[in-house]
């Protein structure tokens, strides 16, 4: 309905303001007093959806589902937990072993480098007392000086070969060894991830159920309250009714422009039929 109507008997008006007390509205000092004041006026508007769902539109009756529909929902924060792939953990762990990785790479270059160099001292050394010793014996450059040269080479190009060897062997060890810690840093926070997430979806779905039935018992406590006050101002209007009727001395109930006039006069014709 647009407005209340305030033609309505107090007995109605009271029974909008148990609606409204119900709500949890404010309806002043007097509260439900069955008098359309200021405050009953203000309540009404803020909770007018609710006030004619309960009331059935102001015909008297009880609409339960637009009562329902109506009821204020309970709810609850969700627990969330970040989701990411392998790929992204693995990433952060690649990058923590970069620092590592580097300084052991620059290391074994250094040591390559060393070994080179200390390779290339030795032939020379080694070249230099081969000739100091042919000289010594006053030989000229024979086929064995030349022969003993060669040797000095091709020893100290397969020690050259086996020096980068062992530095390749080196990088592929270090490149397993970044490979193999970087995967166990994502493995671990990956099923870390995992964890939290199960845990989470436990969380939610337990709380959930509670909340689902935390709802409906709530909505029936507020329906059942609502049919008690509505039952209580339809008890009150009939002794008020009954007992003015006694006083007029008149026998016969008469149409009242209330809801529950109507049924009263309609329940006095079904008996007298």
């Known amino acids: 309905m647009a407005s209340y109507d305030k033609s309505k008997d107090s007995d109605y008006t009271r029974r909008v303001q148990q609606v409204l007390a119900g709500l949890g509205a404010d309806l002043g ?41 109506s009821l204020p929902q309970l709810n609850y924060s969700y627990v969330s937990t970040p989701s990411y792939s392998y790929e992204y953990y693995y990433s952060i762990g690649d990058a923590l072993e970069e620092a590592s990785y580097t300084k052991q790479k620059a290391q074994a270059e250094q040591d390559l480098a060393g070994a080179q160099e200390a390779l290339k001292q030795s032939v020379k050394q080694t070249k230099a007392n081969i000739e100091k010793s042919t000289n010594a014996r006053g030989f000229a450059r024979s086929s064995y000086t030349t022969d003993a040269l060669q040797n000095t080479d091709l020893t100290a190009m397969r020690q050259e070969q086996s020096l980068l060897a062992s530095f390749d062997q080196t990088l592929l060890e270090l490149d397993a060894q970044r490979h193999s810690n970087a995967s166990a840093y994502a493995a ?34 507020m329906i059942n309250w609502q049919m008690q006050q509505w039952g209580s101002g339809t008890s009150s209007a009939s002794r008020s009714s009954g007992s003015s009727r006694s006083s007029s001395g008149s026998t016969a109930p008469k149409s009242s422009a209330s809801g529950s006039g109507k049924v009263r006069v309609s329940a006095q014709r079904m008996r007298t039929r």
């Open 29 to 69: 000092a007097g509260g439900v007093d069955g008098k359309w004041g200021a405050y009953t006026q203000a309540a009404y508007e803020a909770n007018r959806s609710a006030v004619d769902a309960a009331l059935g539109g102001g015909s008297g009756g009880f609409n339960f589902q637009s009562l329902w529909d």
């Open 188 to 221: 671990n926070a990956f099923q870390a991830q995992e964890d939290r997430r199960l845990q989470a979806d436990m969380f939610n779905a337990r709380m959930a159920n509670e909340l689902a039935l935390n709802q409906w018992q709530a909505q029936l406590d």
